[in-house]
């Protein structure tokens, strides 16, 4: 399983949610990073559709083994470990777990979101959160097979643990 399959299972998951909602994370992902994101007002559509997205989510990746959930946990892990950086965070705000959650928003917003966000963290939402998506495979893993994933990676999720992110002084 690669990081095109992901983003696909990702993709599938928000397609039965209509093309108002899908238009709408379009938007937020090429409007003007300029711009106050909370004078969206289709971003409600959105934020109100994540319990939505998350079961579709659930439903996608049903009859995964366990070898392809881990799979996709490894790739959800490098995904938030690479927007682990101080300049989305400036965006973002929050507290470690915070950021943690804000960063799990940006993954489940879809490929075209957080791609916007890692080239310029203003596209970030302040104080958007969605943190299931954070261990999203992890915990199916642990609901389908009893335990939790072994990605092998060496890395982690959790906020300022990515050192390219987080400049030393």
Do not use: Q
């Amino acid at each position: 399983m690669n990081e095109e399959h992901f983003w696909d299972v990702i993709e599938a998951a928000w397609a039965p949610l209509g093309g108002g909602v899908n238009r709408t994370r379009r938007a937020l992902a090429t409007r003007d990073p300029g711009g106050d994101v909370w004078e969206m007002p289709e971003l409600a559509r959105v934020e109100s559709s994540l319990e939505e997205f998350l079961e579709n989510l659930a439903a996608a990746t049903g009859d995964l083994s366990s070898a392809e959930l881990t799979d996709l946990d490894r790739v959800l892990e490098r995904k938030l470990h690479d927007i682990d950086r101080a300049d989305i965070h400036a965006v973002t705000d929050g507290s470690d777990d915070g950021f943690l959650y804000a960063r799990g928003l940006i993954v489940a917003l879809g490929r075209a979101f957080y791609t916007a966000v890692a080239a310029d963290p203003r596209m970030a939402m302040p104080d958007g959160e969605c943190e299931e998506m954070c261990y999203f495979f992890d915990r199916l893993h642990r609901e389908r097979y009893g335990t939790h994933t072994e990605t092998g990676s060496g890395i982690t999720r959790e906020s300022c643990s990515n050192p390219s992110g987080w400049p030393t002084f």
